[in-house]
């Protein structure tokens, strides 16, 4: 199944696709940077990007007509004008590369899209411009007058979705997901679109997580499994928040409605393996580097060793400090590496980054993590593949 890759960053959305069954027919990324990131894996053959179609371009030059038969598009349009973290500029951004993606599948048509961004985007200070992206991707067809503005085009678009003489031509779906809930080491919340085009004739929902937060507290506090697992004597454990007094007690006699779900994976079960950088510098393992300077600042105080890592940021003047620092048990700070930011995305370990670590950190912050792109592609793969096969 053929797919194309837009605003490829380094690679996770693109990973999990590969994974879930997908070949790229193109990989569409402009920072130079993540593209030598590409490079140097193919370098090194690396199964999952090894025989990509490379284009280090801007979007808005590329030309489809040179592709064929592409079944899905996928990609995650830059999020900084939606960010928590950014100025929050939206449709007045020069970065939201929204227009692109449905232009992508106003050209290529392919029978599905999945396209990842911030959970920003969802705030009630953008929900006119959200219908507006909801609308665009229903209708890529029905395209915007030069001399017409968004809201105008939705207006038209509004009027055009109502009509009796129109059907949809891609059946559109959103959901926020929780990275942590599909077995990634981090609390990262993003919004997934995915559409079908409507001749296809599918019926889909998102797939649910198997992990939950519940079940790690039991794991803790309750069975003492997790500690077990992991060597760690009482001494070492952190307190129990008061704050959680209460909810321990209630999962003793109300785990039923987790049961089955395995626990959230913590910043522990992803880098505990790894050698501290800080203390042995001197390692074999590919980008893990020790970066001093990390401090503590209000809001900002690092992600606890027995929890699901903070989502991992970008930042919009280099990477903020808070958000890409381990806070160990005894209070200290450190930042994480790149390889243990790279753990935390669920990257494979043959994976390496190319740049300073500032800009490493920053592909990585921009990233989709591979294990909840590949759980939400595989899910679109086997549909796409069992009505292909209804069909014949």
């Not at 990262?188 to 889909?204: A, I, K, M, Q, T």
């Not at 409605?257 to 042995?280: M, N, Q, Y």
Request: aromatic share 10%; with cysteine.
């Amino acid at each position: 199944m053929l797919s194309v890759e837009l605003f490829a960053g380094a690679g996770g959305l693109a990973i999990g696709m590969s994974n879930a069954g997908f070949d790229h027919a193109a990989v569409l990324e402009w920072n130079h940077d993540a593209c030598e990131t590409f490079r140097e894996n193919q370098r090194h053959h690396i199964r999952s990007v090894e025989r990509w179609p490379l284009y280090e371009t801007d979007v808005k030059e590329f030309d489809y007509g040179t592709l064929s038969d592409v079944m899905v598009v996928s990609g995650g349009p830059p999020c900084q004008p939606f960010s928590l973290g950014g100025k929050h500029r939206g449709f007045l951004d020069k970065r939201d590369m929204f227009p692109e993606a449905v232009r992508a599948v106003r050209e290529l048509r392919p029978k599905a899209f999945i396209f990842e961004n911030v959970k920003g985007l969802m705030r009630e200070t953008f929900a006119d411009y959200f219908e507006y992206i909801l609308l665009q991707l229903t209708h890529p067809s029905f395209t915007r007058r030069k001399t017409e503005s968004w809201e105008e085009h939705r207006a038209r678009l509004e009027k055009h979705q109502t009509s009796r003489q129109v059907r949809p031509e891609y059946n559109v779906v959103f959901r926020l997901l929780n990275a942590a809930d599909y077995g990634v080491p981090q609390r990262r919340e993003r919004v997934f679109f995915v559409g079908f085009r409507s001749d296809v004739g599918v019926e889909w929902s998102f797939p649910e997580g198997d992990f939950s937060e519940n079940s790690l507290l039991r794991s803790q506090w309750i069975t003492g499994e997790y500690w077990e697992r992991h060597e760690v004597s009482k001494r070492d454990r952190p307190p129990l928040a008061d704050r959680q007094l209460g909810r321990i007690e209630r999962l003793r006699d109300d785990f039923l409605f987790d049961a089955g779900k395995f626990p959230w994976l913590t910043v522990r079960d992803a880098i505990s393996d790894l050698p501290d950088p800080e203390r042995k510098p001197r390692n074999a393992i590919a980008n893990h580097i020790f970066n001093p300077g990390a401090r503590s600042y209000p809001g900002h105080t690092g992600s606890p060793l027995d929890e699901p890592a903070k989502t991992l940021k970008a930042g919009d003047h280099g990477v903020p400090g808070g958000e890409n620092m381990l806070a160990r048990v005894d209070g200290s700070l450190r930042y994480f590496t790149v390889r243990e930011a790279a753990r935390l995305q669920t990257f494979p370990d043959e994976y390496t980054f190319r740049g300073p670590w500032t800009e490493a950190m920053r592909q990585l912050g921009n990233a989709v993590p591979v294990r909840l792109a590949e759980t939400v592609a595989r899910s679109v793969a086997e549909t796409l593949s069992s009505t292909t096969k209804e069909r014949r």
